[in-house]
């Protein structure tokens, strides 16, 4: 490596803000990258006087001022990181690539599909390299599953079934818990912060990524019942899918944060011809295959990697037998990220790693929420969804 790479950073500054640190971790865990720059809050002064606690080299009132006196910098930033809330994605993301800065954005992408539309045509005309945030992706035995999918392992893919249960939302937490909680729940549940939908645009595009990534399979059509439980709320927060795939299989993604009881425990099970593959964050890192009339195989982080494709290895830090867990996941995503602007923006040897979630993928959550939204306001009628690309 010819030096670190800087890193500026949106929103994550705030008491409230749960994704700034994990964020920041991520970046320095491999020592190849430094909190160079930072926007960090809403309010100038506040943002200012963030970035300096959280030891950024410089800190500005807006992201509008940083991306612009940054891309006039010869140690300007080479990538921008987005941890806003979803109101505020697509203003830097477009500001950054169109002056030739990587993005690495928080899920989902922007707001509506009209604006993914936009923002991926400004990143394909600029070249820039751009990672989504679908952190369960960049789990190591979630790219096992992936890659032996690929392979062939469980034959023609039949069916996918994804999903994303939490409790966090049960009661009214947005009008009711303490106040870091209350804003984290409040905007999530606000169309004005969070778009068209709650607890799908939150979390079910994450179960729909396991569809695309792990899978290789997009939706094509689909019915969706989009409910709000708790009285009061204006967007859901149960969200229920069944789609079509374009291989002809189809897949069930589901979502809530009304489940009392379940933290986060997403996973995914994929059918085929020839074998089942089933993960689930509960236990991340097992991965477990089925194959027809033989005995279950467990596949674990470990055994020497001796069995893991050499395109998975170098995002693996640990000796065999070490968990890794949700940080490791995010400094997956930023590994991925510094590899795809080391090669082409600096000319530098980096390794031939799986691809991790990019532009594309962030249009095409888009494009299955908008769907599943349509579709639940025409009482789960069927919908076709947008192709994108």
């Not at 950054?96 to 989902?108: D, H, I, S, T």
């Not at 489940?259 to 236990?283: K, M, P």
């Amino acid at each position: 490596m010819s030096r670190k790479l800087r890193v500026g950073m949106v929103g994550g500054g705030g008491p409230a803000n749960f994704f700034g640190g994990p964020h920041r971790r991520g970046i320095l865990i491999d020592n190849s990258a430094e909190l160079t720059a930072g926007a960090l809050r809403s309010r100038p002064e506040e943002a200012i006087a963030s970035a300096k606690e959280l030891f950024f080299a410089r800190g500005y009132g807006d992201w509008q001022s940083m991306i612009a006196e940054e891309a006039k910098r010869d140690d300007g930033i080479d990538y921008v990181t987005i941890v806003t809330p979803n109101d505020a994605h697509f203003g830097p993301a477009l500001a950054a690539a169109e002056a030739g800065m990587g993005v690495l954005c928080e899920k989902p992408l922007v707001m509506n599909l009209d604006e993914a539309k936009r923002l991926y045509q400004a990143v394909k005309a600029k070249g820039v390299p751009f990672v989504v945030a679908y952190t369960y992706t960049a789990f190591p035995m979630v790219m096992m599953a992936r890659a032996m999918v690929a392979d062939g392992k469980v034959g023609e893919v039949r069916k996918v079934e994804a999903w994303y249960p939490q409790g966090w939302l049960a009661g009214s937490r947005e009008t009711t818990a303490d106040a870091a909680g209350q804003k984290q729940a409040s905007w999530r549940v606000d169309p004005s912060k969070s778009g068209a939908s709650g607890c799908g645009g939150d979390i079910g595009t994450h179960a729909y990524e396991f569809v695309r990534f792990v899978a290789g399979l997009t939706a094509t059509r689909l019915r969706a019942r989009l409910k709000t439980f708790v009285p009061g709320r204006a967007l859901d927060d149960d969200f229920t899918v069944l789609a079509e795939l374009d291989n002809g299989g189809i897949a069930t993604i589901t979502a809530s944060q009304v489940t009392i009881g379940a933290q986060n425990d997403n996973g995914f099970r994929i059918v085929g011809t020839e074998g089942t593959l089933e993960w689930s964050i509960t236990d991340h890192n097992t991965l477990k295959y089925y194959r027809g009339g033989e005995p279950v195989s467990l596949y674990r982080l470990g055994g020497m990697y001796t069995y893991f494709p050499s395109s998975i290895t170098p995002y693996i830090r640990v000796p065999e037998g070490h968990p890794e867990g949700f940080h490791e996941a995010l400094a997956n995503l930023h590994r991925c990220l510094e590899w795809q602007i080391r090669s082409k923006t600096l000319g530098e040897s980096v390794p031939d790693a799986m691809p991790l979630p990019g532009i594309e993928d962030g249009v095409a959550g888009m494009a299955f929420i908008e769907a599943a939204v349509q579709s639940g306001r025409q009482d789960g009628e069927w919908v076709e969804v947008p192709k994108v690309g």
